[in-house]
């Protein structure tokens, strides 16, 4: 008899348990099935991606730069889409503004500025309002009340006046030689102010709620500071609806900058967005150069509708009443 047939009396070896990867478990997930399920948003999502990334990486990729006056030829202007100029013989993809300025390169740089304005004021407001609702849901008392009137007061009045009014204030509080050059953080600042009020009555609601379980009430019998507990505790907790009014937030701030740049009290024309540019368009639109103020519309259509299809997806994913 083979040495190998006696029974062997050593203890089996514990299993291992494999910890699947961050990416396994992303693609595991419900999110991810819910995503991938509804081709709408799939599209919504790719088109967002390559928006975002032909706007931020338009220095290097852009096929001009259209605001170098340097490069810029007079005689290149109004020149149609994908149609040789009649006079230099150069082609442009979406055509030529009055001066000379190639199209799709405006509107990678426009796009640009639009989004670094609408991700900074939907942060600016998303701190601020988190902050503030935090601090309302847990103190309570006259502190909850006087930010809540204050909310109240300010959800009266439409976005767009409430940020004509503040941008008004910074440009007659700013001296003249800033301006130009402080634009574009009075615009993040005026368009946060103007809708922080949602990130507050969410997060208060969630703190009215979060602030009587027994994790909160054991924290403070052990002596836990206020400012801790809010931080990590309550906070981590009430995350999820907002970023979901973060996704819808964006595409309203994209679109509420555009509206101030197109009523010319946004970015300065040296220093243009969506807005701007569909604004410097409109002088030409019936003249028969149809495409300077085309191109960078349906860019910023395409831009805001598939940012916020995204946030309704997201709001309904993690709504578990729907699932």
Not at 162 to 177: C, N, S, T
Not at 255 to 262: A, D, G, K, R
Not at 300 to 321: E, I, K, Q, Y
């Amino acid at each position: 008899m083979s040495h190998s047939s006696y029974p062997s009396n050593r203890p089996a070896s514990p299993t291992i348990p494999v910890i699947p990867s961050v990416w396994r478990r992303i693609l595991d997930s419900d999110l991810f099935y819910s995503f991938i399920r509804k081709p709408v948003i799939v599209v919504s999502a790719i088109l967002v991606i390559v928006l975002v990334s032909l706007a931020f990486l338009a220095p290097w990729i852009a096929p001009h730069t259209p605001f170098d006056a340097a490069s810029l030829n007079l005689m290149d202007g109004f020149t149609p889409p994908a149609t040789a100029n009649e006079f230099t013989g150069n082609t442009y993809l979406l055509g030529t503004d009055s001066q000379g300025r190639d199209v799709l390169s405006a509107i990678m740089y426009g796009a640009r500025i639009s989004l670094i304005v609408g991700f900074a004021s939907v942060a600016f407001a998303a701190i601020l309002g988190i902050g503030l609702g935090l601090l309302a849901g847990y103190r309570g008392g006259w502190v909850d009340g006087l930010i809540m009137r204050i909310a109240d007061v300010q959800l009266s009045f439409p976005a767009i006046l409430v940020a004509l009014l503040i941008f008004g204030i910074f440009k007659g509080v700013l001296p003249p030689q800033v301006q130009q050059d402080a634009a574009i953080y009075v615009l993040i600042i005026s368009i946060g102010l103007s809708d922080w009020v949602q990130y507050a009555r969410t997060v208060r609601s969630s703190t009215l709620a979060e602030k009587n379980k027994e994790y909160v009430q054991a924290a403070r019998l052990f002596g836990v500071p206020a400012p801790l507990i809010l931080l990590r505790h309550i906070l981590p907790n009430v995350m999820g609806p907002v970023l979901v009014i973060g996704t819808i937030g964006l595409a309203l701030a994209i679109i509420l900058e555009s509206t101030l740049s197109f009523l010319g009290v946004g970015i300065p024309p040296t220093q243009p967005s969506l807005g701007t540019l569909i604004r410097v368009g409109q002088d030409f639109l019936f003249s028969g150069e149809w495409w300077i103020t085309l191109f960078p519309a349906l860019t910023l259509l395409v831009l805001a509708l598939s940012v916020n299809l995204l946030g309704d997806w997201l709001r309904d994913a993690l709504n578990p009443r729907l699932r």
